[in-house]
């Protein structure tokens, strides 16, 4: 066959012994988006050029009867004789009767799965713990989400408070395992960082080792993950006796108490830590729900407050008339009952110092703010409350299916059980209430 002169495009119709001169003198037709060179040494092979100038080796076959085709690669990346080889390999695929389409995507595929198999198996456990935060932040309350936040802490900064002396933030007990890869949290690893944690701060890492196990059980059910994990890394025994049982709190106000202690808090200099001790011991609340009381939260008309339940989402608990005395005495500063002295937009902040004090005044330290929750049910069985009634204004679920799925009380018949128990407190701390000028109650000597 006959080689097209050299300033000559070569004949699109006819097989050509390719060459690089050739190639580069290849055009597409001016009526055509791309058009095919045949070369005459390779079955198969074939030069696109596109309308834009555009060239590539292509490989073409018959499979099932169809035309199919599949980029090589540019000419200028790839020589013509090792076109000719790819060109060839193709050809005893198609001949096999596969596509080689299909293979590549098949390749493409297996590549990717192993490399990300590969990323996987270098996933650190604050990889996994991040994600598992994401997972389940929409299950889980504000409080218990942002438990799991600071359990993971770097600490570092700047503080006045809960440092143990240094100045600054201690890191979360979760903090030190995170730079693991997964796979090499290991009930060996998990026992040493529950020996270090257990000396050093038990209760708080107890909770830390509870989050711990459940979130190495999500890991082993997610398909990322559980490859590479040791479910059953935190269950072992030594973990476990590392950080020992915790011991029953039993910090409360004995009855013979009260006295004493209402007249320490009522001689606190800040009467808004003095009206918060106080309404904590005769609510029953937790300590944070009567924190984030706001002045919106209280209904004056039907003598009624909405108490945020970190259970419920919120309750309402009656206003009972000494109560009322104290938190209609305290300045309005901000939306908060209880408003910080400092800061402008918040809430008390640091009520244990003054607690603190009061106690120690009183004769009763070692007492904490979560043991006056716990004084108010206690000093409940000395009046025989129905235990339903000390629950619901407590926030505690129901603990029996009568109560649970019959009982309902309108916050009237709370009142009275309620205004009983504060009366009683009172009473035994000898502190009297008698109605003022304004209608207001007043407390007396």
Same mark, same amino acid.
């Given at each position: 066959?006959?080689?097209p002169?050299?300033?000559q495009?070569?004949d699109l119709g006819?097989?050509?012994?390719?060459?690089?001169g050739v190639i580069e003198?290849?055009?597409?037709?001016? &009526?055509?988006?791309?058009a095919?060179?045949?070369?005459a040494?390779?079955?198969?092979?074939?030069?696109?050029?596109?309308?834009s100038?555009?060239?590539?080796?292509?490989?073409?076959?018959?499979l %099932?009867?169809?035309?199919?085709?599949?980029?090589?690669?540019?000419?200028?990346?790839?020589?013509?004789d090792?076109a000719?080889?790819e060109?060839?390999r193709?050809?005893?695929?198609? &001949?096999?009767?596969?596509d080689?389409?299909?293979?590549?995507q098949?390749q493409?595929?297996?590549?990717?799965?192993?490399?990300?198999?590969?990323?996987?198996?270098?996933?650190?456990?604050?990889d996994?713990?991040?994600?598992y935060l994401?997972a389940?932040? &929409?299950?889980? @309350?504000?409080?218990?989400y942002?438990?799991h936040?600071?359990?993971?802490?770097?600490?570092g900064?700047?503080s006045?408070?809960g440092?143990r002396g240094?100045?600054?933030?201690l890191?979360?007990?979760i903090?030190?395992?995170?730079s693991?890869?997964?796979?090499?949290?290991?009930?060996?690893?998990?026992?040493?960082? +529950?020996?270090?944690q257990?000396k050093?701060?038990?209760?708080?890492g107890r909770? +830390?080792?509870?989050c711990?196990?459940?979130?190495l059980?999500w !890991?082993?059910?997610e398909?990322?993950?559980?490859?590479?994990v040791?479910?059953?890394?935190?269950?072992?025994?030594?973990?476990?006796?590392?950080?020992?049982?915790? @011991?029953q709190?039993?910090?409360?106000?004995?009855?013979?108490?009260?006295p +004493?202690?209402? %007249?320490a808090?009522?001689?606190?200099p800040n009467?808004?830590?003095?009206?918060?001790?106080q309404?904590?011991?005769?609510?029953g609340?937790?300590?944070g729900?009567?924190?984030a009381?706001k002045?919106?939260d209280?209904?004056?008309?039907w003598?009624?407050?909405?108490?945020r &339940?970190?259970?419920?989402? %919120?309750r309402?608990?009656?206003l009972?008339?000494?109560?009322?005395?104290?938190?209609?005495?305290?300045?309005?500063?901000n939306v908060?009952?209880?408003a910080s002295?400092?800061?402008?937009?918040?809430?008390?902040?640091?009520?244990?110092?003054a607690?603190?004090?009061? !106690? *120690?005044t009183?004769?009763?330290?070692?007492?904490t703010?979560?043991?006056l929750?716990?004084?108010?049910k206690?000093?409940?069985?000395?009046l025989? *409350?129905?235990? @339903?009634?000390?629950?619901q204004?407590?926030g505690?679920?129901?603990?029996?299916t009568?109560?649970?799925h019959?009982t309902?009380?309108?916050?009237?018949?709370?009142?009275?059980?309620?205004?009983?128990i504060?009366?009683?407190?009172?009473?035994?701390?000898?502190v009297a209430i008698?109605p003022?000028n304004?209608?207001?109650?007043?407390?007396?000597?």
């Amino acid at each position: 066959m006959a080689r097209p002169r050299k300033d000559q495009a070569p004949d699109l119709g006819q097989s050509i012994d390719l060459t690089n001169g050739v190639i580069e003198r290849l055009t597409c037709p001016p &009526d055509k988006d791309q058009a095919f060179l045949r070369d005459a040494k390779a079955p198969g092979l074939r030069v696109r050029v596109t309308a834009s100038g555009a060239k590539s080796f292509v490989f073409e076959g018959k499979l %099932d009867r169809k035309t199919i085709r599949k980029t090589i690669g540019d000419v200028r990346a790839w020589q013509i004789d090792d076109a000719r080889i790819e060109a060839r390999r193709l050809r005893v695929i198609v &001949d096999g009767g596969q596509d080689p389409r299909h293979l590549d995507q098949l390749q493409k595929a297996q590549n990717t799965e192993r490399t990300a198999t590969a990323l996987r198996a270098q996933a650190t456990v604050n990889d996994a713990w991040t994600a598992y935060l994401a997972a389940r932040k &929409d299950h889980w @309350g504000d409080r218990h989400y942002a438990d799991h936040e600071n359990l993971a802490k770097a600490g570092g900064k700047e503080s006045a408070r809960g440092t143990r002396g240094t100045g600054k933030t201690l890191p979360g007990p979760i903090y030190p395992l995170l730079s693991l890869r997964l796979d090499e949290l290991t009930p060996a690893k998990v026992e040493a960082w +529950a020996l270090e944690q257990g000396k050093a701060r038990p209760t708080y890492g107890r909770l +830390a080792w509870r989050c711990l196990k459940a979130f190495l059980a999500w !890991c082993g059910e997610e398909d990322e993950y559980k490859a590479h994990v040791v479910v059953e890394a935190a269950k072992t025994r030594r973990t476990r006796d590392a950080f020992g049982k915790a @011991g029953q709190k039993k910090d409360v106000l004995l009855k013979e108490q009260l006295p +004493a202690w209402f %007249d320490a808090v009522t001689k606190l200099p800040n009467a808004t830590i003095a009206a918060y001790l106080q309404t904590l011991l005769l609510i029953g609340s937790r300590r944070g729900e009567l924190l984030a009381l706001k002045w919106t939260d209280i209904n004056t008309q039907w003598k009624g407050m909405t108490i945020r &339940d970190k259970v419920e989402g %919120d309750r309402q608990i009656p206003l009972t008339p000494y109560v009322w005395h104290l938190i209609s005495a305290l300045p309005r500063k901000n939306v908060f009952v209880f408003a910080s002295p400092r800061k402008n937009d918040q809430a008390l902040s640091d009520p244990n110092s003054a607690m603190e004090a009061a !106690c *120690i005044t009183a004769g009763v330290k070692g007492l904490t703010l979560h043991g006056l929750r716990r004084s108010f049910k206690s000093l409940t069985e000395w009046l025989e *409350i129905p235990a @339903g009634v000390v629950a619901q204004i407590m926030g505690h679920k129901p603990s029996a299916t009568a109560e649970k799925h019959y009982t309902v009380r309108p916050l009237d018949l709370v009142r009275v059980h309620h205004e009983r128990i504060e009366a009683w407190i009172l009473e035994q701390a000898k502190v009297a209430i008698k109605p003022g000028n304004s209608g207001k109650l007043v407390a007396v000597a």
